[in-house]
């Protein structure tokens, strides 16, 4: 679960072209669909209209007419002043914003060939174009002065934290440089650029190639109908005979719940555990290789002893020494509570005609027997009580309509990319619009795994755009005619991504500059999880799909007596894999490994979570958030952003949990911030005070009762 935010301003995130000639701005062709601004409602992108031949002129066009912006800016004889330098900054691109924004969202949510040609063809450039702003002396000199002055200049709060974000960024970008420290500079990022885009398309083409594969039905004994149904029409969709099961990114696969034949499950983890170790073009060991060892010696130009200690300077945790220490204070209770979940695993096991020594594979399977023998809960008896759609509508929307007073029309009208997808537009309490929400829910081979939430449209309150956010995850499809029925972790994961979504939808920030840090960005998608299991909204979505009856209130018992079952085993492997995260990005230059197999399991072992049957989440060759993705030493950030939603969840629940004035005051407050206030600040001005692990700790059962106050 990812948030992609391919932000414009001088800390912008996205791919694209830099030298461009002006002609090419006068070269793009007034039929290209990105020439204007788009007709539709929300300036939607209309793809209706739009091909694959026209993202690439737009963005050349954009670039083009963007530099000229920021020449402009920098060149500007006038002495420098917030109206005529940070205003401009803030605001630059708005043809470059109308291609790129859609372009990056549906190269990774509908990739093909060619639209992977235009993106290697444009992403080696996105260093260039940031460092011809971050590294343009001229600029940096009027950004300075300003940033020199700021406690005499007549700027609100808001305007002042612009400034110094954006000085921030400037330097932490190399500003400060020598000439040619900025050559060596601008040749690390485009190179780190090309290598993210190559792993990125090395690993969907090794998840695709990795599916596993089988014409004997007997193989899926124990799948339900409508995952063998699934598994049938996958098949058919790459015109194969019998079944096929698609890989998720994860290490572990949502199927080896279901299956019984031991051989099965093994084939099917073991195809994702090597899916990007197997040599040849889908390999992509080499290439993190070279990130890590290019982003060491980025580092170390910059001044700073390694990668992590470079890109936790404008995170809310600061320094690689914190989250470390954060880590372990979460591991040793965590891979405590795993290894008492593999005792009691074991004991099922050894109960079996043919007993065998409990292996990753075997761990969903088994552990759901000890859930059904301590909770009574089986699963399959919850799915039929959550029906994709009817979470969506019933659940996500009503509870963020509960909390924030917000409302939600679905849009036939609206033209989308892909024929799974559907919008929705959303408005305020008083009819005013705020967003169109599109939801992109269901797996496919050209989609990159995970869930994630970006832009089609970026929301801009100085350039008068309302933002078109996109919710992009991966949920079995079913069978034609057959009810999308998904897991109890599937609910939570659409509760997740709205979460982002609302920070997008609701922010009402004017000047924004830089982006949210990784380990704040999970906040708010995090802490809207909470509501899934809020009893109210529960009743509301959790409805047998055939009878429309409500789950009964023994069921719904157990699910709240089982919820912290497997814990230990969870929050291990996230620790597991946020500490290989940071191993990795620990390194300096000098001492970037030659075997990354090797470097893995002697950095779990130093840590004291290498453990043969918890695997972490991701492993390093199928890291894709760290390597292709944006959170390379940030990776913590999802169990930092837990620390603070439970904490936040606390003061919920200290003050009448969901009612519309407290969602009204988390909304004033935290969301519709955006990144216009310092975190530490926003967060603990609402809370009253800093976050503590007592929440994060007591959510994941991690504790005994007695010890929830003393946790810290």
Same mark, same amino acid.
């Given at each position: 679960?990812?948030?992609?935010?391919? #932000?414009?301003?001088?800390?912008?995130?996205?791919?694209?072209?830099?030298?461009?000639?002006?002609? !090419?701005?006068?070269?793009?062709?007034?039929?290209?669909?990105?020439?204007?601004?788009?007709?539709?409602?929300?300036?939607?992108?209309?793809?209706?209209?739009?091909?694959?031949?026209?993202?690439?002129?737009?963005?050349?066009?954009?670039?083009?007419?963007?530099?000229?912006?920021?020449?402009?800016?920098?060149?500007?004889?006038?002495?420098?002043?917030?109206?005529?330098?940070?205003?401009?900054?803030?605001?630059?691109? !708005?043809?470059?914003?109308?291609?790129?924004?859609?372009?990056?969202?549906?190269?990774?949510?509908? #990739?093909?060939?060619? +639209?992977?040609?235009?993106?290697?063809?444009?992403?080696?450039?996105?260093?260039?174009?940031?460092?011809?702003?971050?590294?343009?002396?001229?600029?940096?000199?009027?950004?300075?002065?300003?940033?020199?002055?700021? &406690?005499?200049?007549?700027?609100?709060?808001?305007?002042?934290?612009?400034?110094?974000?954006?000085?921030?960024?400037?330097?932490?970008?190399?500003?400060?440089?020598?000439?040619?420290?900025?050559?060596?500079?601008?040749?690390?990022?485009?190179?780190?650029?090309?290598?993210?885009?190559?792993?990125?398309?090395?690993?969907?083409?090794?998840?695709?190639? =990795?599916?596993?594969?089988?014409?004997?039905?007997?193989?899926?004994?124990?799948?339900?109908?409508?995952?063998?149904?699934?598994?049938?029409?996958?098949?058919?969709?790459?015109?194969?005979?019998?079944?096929?099961?698609?890989?998720?990114?994860?290490?572990?696969?949502?199927?080896?719940?279901?299956?019984?034949?031991?051989?099965?499950?093994?084939?099917?983890?073991?195809?994702?555990?090597?899916?990007?170790?197997?040599?040849?073009?889908?390999?992509?060991?080499?290439? +993190?290789?070279?990130?890590?060892?290019?982003?060491?010696?980025?580092?170390?130009? +910059?001044?700073?002893?390694?990668? =992590?200690?470079?890109?936790?300077?404008?995170?809310? &945790?600061?320094?690689?020494?914190?989250?470390?220490?954060?880590?372990?204070?979460?591991?040793?209770?965590?891979?405590?509570?795993?290894?008492?979940?593999?005792?009691?695993?074991?004991?099922?096991?050894?109960?079996?005609?043919?007993?065998?020594?409990?292996?990753?594979?075997?761990?969903?399977?088994?552990?759901?027997?000890?859930?059904?023998?301590?909770?009574?809960?089986?699963?399959?008896?919850?799915?039929?009580?959550?029906?994709?759609?009817?979470?969506?509508?019933?659940?996500?929307?009503?509870?963020?309509?509960?909390?924030?007073?917000?409302?939600?029309?679905?849009?036939?009208?609206?033209?989308?990319?892909?024929?799974?997808?559907?919008?929705?537009?959303?408005?305020?309490?008083?009819?005013?619009?705020?967003?169109?929400?599109?939801?992109?829910?269901?797996?496919?081979?050209?989609?990159?795994?995970?869930?994630?939430?970006?832009?089609?449209?970026?929301?801009?309150?100085?350039?008068?755009?309302?933002?078109?956010?996109?919710?992009?995850?991966?949920?079995?499809?079913?069978?034609?005619?057959?009810?999308?029925?998904?897991?109890?972790?599937?609910?939570?994961?659409?509760?997740?991504?709205?979460?982002?979504?609302?920070?997008?939808?609701?922010?009402?920030?004017?000047?924004?500059?830089?982006?949210?840090?990784?380990?704040?960005?999970?906040?708010?998608?995090?802490?809207?999880?909470?509501?899934?299991?809020?009893?109210?909204?529960?009743?509301?979505? =959790?409805?047998?799909?055939?009878?429309?009856?409500?789950?009964?209130?023994?069921?719904?018992?157990?699910?709240?007596?089982?919820?912290?079952?497997?814990?230990?085993?969870?929050?291990?492997?996230?620790?597991?894999?946020?500490?290989?995260?940071? !191993?990795?990005?620990?390194?300096?230059?000098?001492?970037?490994?030659?075997? =990354?197999?090797?470097?893995?399991?002697?950095?779990?072992?130093?840590?004291?979570?290498?453990?043969?049957?918890?695997?972490?989440?991701?492993?390093?060759?199928?890291?894709?958030?760290?390597?292709?993705?944006?959170?390379?030493?940030?990776?913590?950030?999802?169990?930092?952003?837990?620390?603070?939603?439970?904490?936040?969840?606390?003061?919920?629940?200290?003050?009448?949990?969901?009612?519309?004035?407290?969602?009204?005051?988390?909304?004033?407050?935290?969301?519709?911030?955006?990144?216009?206030?310092?975190?530490?600040?926003?967060?603990?001005?609402?809370?009253?005070?800093?976050?503590?692990?007592?929440?994060?700790?007591?959510?994941?059962?991690?504790?005994?009762?007695?010890?929830?106050?003393?946790?810290?």
């Amino acid at each position: 679960m990812r948030y992609l935010n391919h #932000s414009f301003s001088a800390g912008l995130v996205l791919l694209i072209l830099p030298f461009a000639s002006r002609s !090419q701005t006068q070269a793009l062709s007034s039929a290209n669909p990105f020439y204007a601004p788009s007709p539709l409602p929300f300036h939607a992108p209309d793809f209706d209209r739009i091909k694959e031949t026209d993202y690439q002129p737009a963005i050349e066009a954009g670039i083009a007419e963007s530099m000229g912006e920021i020449r402009a800016i920098a060149e500007n004889p006038v002495p420098p002043d917030f109206a005529n330098t940070i205003v401009p900054l803030l605001k630059f691109g !708005q043809l470059l914003r109308r291609a790129a924004d859609p372009f990056f969202c549906v190269v990774a949510a509908a #990739s093909n060939p060619a +639209l992977q040609k235009v993106e290697e063809a444009v992403s080696p450039k996105v260093a260039a174009f940031r460092d011809f702003i971050h590294l343009d002396p001229k600029l940096f000199a009027r950004v300075k002065a300003i940033k020199d002055k700021l &406690a005499t200049l007549p700027l609100n709060p808001e305007q002042k934290h612009a400034v110094e974000v954006l000085y921030r960024d400037f330097t932490n970008a190399g500003a400060n440089l020598d000439i040619a420290g900025k050559t060596r500079l601008k040749q690390i990022n485009e190179q780190l650029s090309t290598l993210s885009t190559q792993f990125d398309h090395k690993l969907l083409a090794a998840s695709k190639a =990795a599916a596993f594969h089988t014409t004997d039905k007997k193989l899926l004994e124990g799948l339900p109908q409508d995952e063998i149904d699934a598994a049938s029409a996958a098949a058919k969709n790459r015109n194969q005979p019998g079944y096929l099961i698609p890989l998720q990114n994860t290490v572990q696969q949502p199927v080896l719940v279901w299956l019984k034949d031991r051989e099965t499950r093994a084939s099917i983890y073991n195809n994702s555990w090597n899916r990007a170790e197997r040599g040849g073009d889908t390999d992509t060991r080499q290439t +993190l290789l070279n990130i890590a060892n290019l982003r060491a010696e980025k580092a170390r130009l +910059l001044g700073y002893p390694n990668f =992590a200690a470079w890109k936790l300077v404008d995170q809310m &945790a600061k320094t690689p020494d914190a989250v470390l220490k954060f880590l372990d204070s979460l591991s040793a209770p965590a891979a405590a509570r795993a290894a008492a979940e593999a005792k009691d695993i074991q004991a099922v096991i050894d109960k079996l005609p043919q007993p065998f020594a409990l292996a990753p594979y075997d761990w969903a399977l088994y552990s759901e027997q000890v859930r059904k023998a301590k909770y009574d809960l089986d699963q399959d008896q919850i799915r039929p009580y959550f029906e994709m759609n009817r979470v969506l509508q019933d659940g996500v929307f009503y509870a963020a309509t509960k909390l924030y007073g917000i409302t939600f029309r679905e849009r036939k009208d609206i033209p989308v990319y892909h024929p799974d997808v559907r919008v929705f537009e959303v408005n305020d309490s008083d009819g005013k619009p705020l967003a169109l929400f599109y939801a992109d829910l269901f797996k496919r081979d050209n989609k990159q795994g995970g869930g994630w939430t970006t832009n089609l449209v970026s929301g801009s309150k100085l350039n008068g755009l309302l933002p078109v956010v996109l919710n992009v995850e991966n949920l079995p499809k079913p069978a034609p005619g057959q009810p999308a029925l998904i897991s109890s972790d599937d609910v939570r994961t659409m509760f997740h991504e709205f979460g982002h979504a609302l920070a997008d939808i609701l922010d009402s920030a004017v000047y924004e500059a830089g982006n949210m840090p990784r380990d704040f960005v999970e906040f708010p998608s995090q802490f809207n999880e909470h509501w899934a299991t809020d009893p109210d909204v529960f009743a509301h979505y =959790a409805r047998h799909y055939k009878t429309d009856a409500v789950m009964p209130p023994d069921l719904v018992a157990k699910i709240r007596r089982a919820r912290t079952f497997n814990q230990g085993y969870l929050t291990t492997e996230m620790v597991a894999a946020s500490e290989l995260d940071m !191993q990795w990005h620990l390194l300096p230059p000098d001492a970037v490994p030659a075997d =990354a197999d090797t470097f893995e399991q002697d950095a779990l072992k130093k840590r004291e979570l290498w453990i043969p049957a918890v695997p972490p989440r991701y492993r390093t060759s199928i890291f894709e958030h760290i390597w292709g993705g944006g959170y390379a030493a940030g990776y913590y950030g999802y169990l930092w952003s837990e620390m603070i939603d439970d904490d936040a969840y606390e003061w919920f629940t200290e003050h009448g949990g969901m009612t519309r004035a407290n969602g009204d005051r988390f909304r004033q407050m935290i969301l519709s911030r955006g990144t216009s206030q310092d975190f530490e600040t926003m967060y603990e001005n609402w809370r009253g005070g800093p976050p503590t692990t007592r929440g994060l700790l007591r959510e994941r059962g991690l504790l005994p009762a007695t010890d929830y106050l003393q946790a810290q």
